[in-house]
């Protein structure tokens, strides 16, 4: 249905019209004690978050120019110090398992400090508007799908190529110049410690996309502003006991009801719901609902190619495709909804 409504930064981003929203964030020049406490820490991040945000009015109103040097110390990098923090009692996801994974324990996800990315590439398969995207598959989820289609990447996080925040950023330069519009960083819940550092070696301005369940700790989100310029985000479920049985993942809807608003507040949003057989009704339904009513100006992308991989034959329900009756009824939902940035 047309071109992207509501990816306006995003696309100046892309034509190096605006700086990527990590640009500013290493502008913002932040004196801090790496010896603080957590705490600590968190009230300078949240301090000077005020002066980033009156950055970015700036920027993107004009009123200040394009060129932003580099702070020595940034807030980027106390957004990195915070990250290795939270490493240490992790709670990067909802979950919140506390396991010093800096120290070699491991939580849910089996994830110690170590970041692995089992692919990088230009995938040309993503929105149209994405592409092509450099993708970064890094490996490990806080989630168990049971349809995954990614299950040898997201149930192995040992496997892959150990990640070298420098070396990656070059990557991300290198590939930047040859053609990507943005790089896209998928299944990152579990690696913000590492992502941020890689972000803070890119050189070349790059919209930053972060390709999520969503859902990350109250934290993460707000580490999270002023680095990511698009959401590129999962709206999966449409309640807590589809979530659990399917995923895993419980309080699923408080949790990424949370992160939406959230990321609505701080970045661009483009939405997948993906459709799963036998849930247009408990699911879709609902998540369009809340998404017209609360978060109206995101890329609504509505996703038919659910497959049922990995162990979907243990759940009947789900062991099979779409059917054309439960396309047509989601197509239906989502066209009444008064949503206005379609992707069908
Ligand atoms: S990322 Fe989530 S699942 Fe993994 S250790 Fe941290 S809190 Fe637990």
Redesign the pocket.
Same mark, same amino acid.
């Given at each position: 249905m047309g071109s992207p409504k509501f990816l306006n930064r995003y696309n100046a981003v892309e034509n190096n019209e605006l700086p990527a929203c990590f640009k500013v964030t290493k502008h913002i020049s932040v004196e801090f004690d790496q010896n603080a406490s957590l705490e600590e820490l968190w009230n300078v991040h949240d301090m000077e978050m005020e002066n980033y945000r009156l950055a970015f009015k700036e920027v993107n109103s004009g009123v200040r120019g394009q060129e932003l040097p580099e702070a020595e110390s940034s807030l980027l990098d106390l957004k990195i110090a915070i990250a290795d923090r939270i490493l240490q009692h @992790?709670?990067? @996801?909802e979950?919140? @398992?506390g396991?010093n994974?800096k120290e070699g324990e *491991?939580?849910? @996800?089996r994830?110690g400090k170590t970041s692995r990315y089992a692919s990088e590439f230009l995938h040309m398969g993503e929105e149209p508007e994405l592409v092509p995207s450099h993708t970064i598959f890094l490996t490990g989820c *806080?989630f168990s799908c049971v349809y995954c289609q990614n299950w040898d990447i997201s149930t192995r996080p040992e496997s892959g190529v150990v990640i070298d925040p420098q070396k990656v950023g070059r990557l991300i330069d290198m590939r930047r110049s040859m053609g990507p519009r943005n790089v896209n960083f998928v299944t990152p819940?579990?690696h913000p410690h590492t992502i941020l550092k890689v972000i803070n070696e890119i050189s070349a301005n790059t919209p930053v996309v972060w390709n999520s369940n969503m859902y990350h700790s109250l934290e993460i989100g707000k580490l999270l502003e002023g680095v990511i310029d698009v959401y590129l985000a999962d709206f999966r479920y449409g309640n807590d006991e589809c979530a659990k049985r399917y995923s895993n993942a419980k309080d699923y809807m408080r949790v990424v009801e949370r992160n939406f608003e959230t990321a609505y507040r701080q970045a661009e949003i483009i939405l997948r719901q993906l459709v799963i057989p036998g849930h247009v009704e408990c699911c879709t339904r609902p998540i369009v609902e809340w998404t017209a009513t609360h978060i109206p100006k995101v890329r609504f992308n509505l996703m038919f190619q659910y497959t049922p991989y990995y162990r979907a034959a243990e759940f009947p329900q789900i062991n099979r495709y779409l059917t054309l009756k439960e396309r047509e009824r989601a197509t239906r939902i989502v066209q009444d909804s008064g949503l206005e940035d379609v992707l069908l």
């Open positions: @992790c709670h990067f @996801c979950r919140r @398992c396991a994974r *491991v939580g849910y @996800c994830l *806080v819940t579990p």
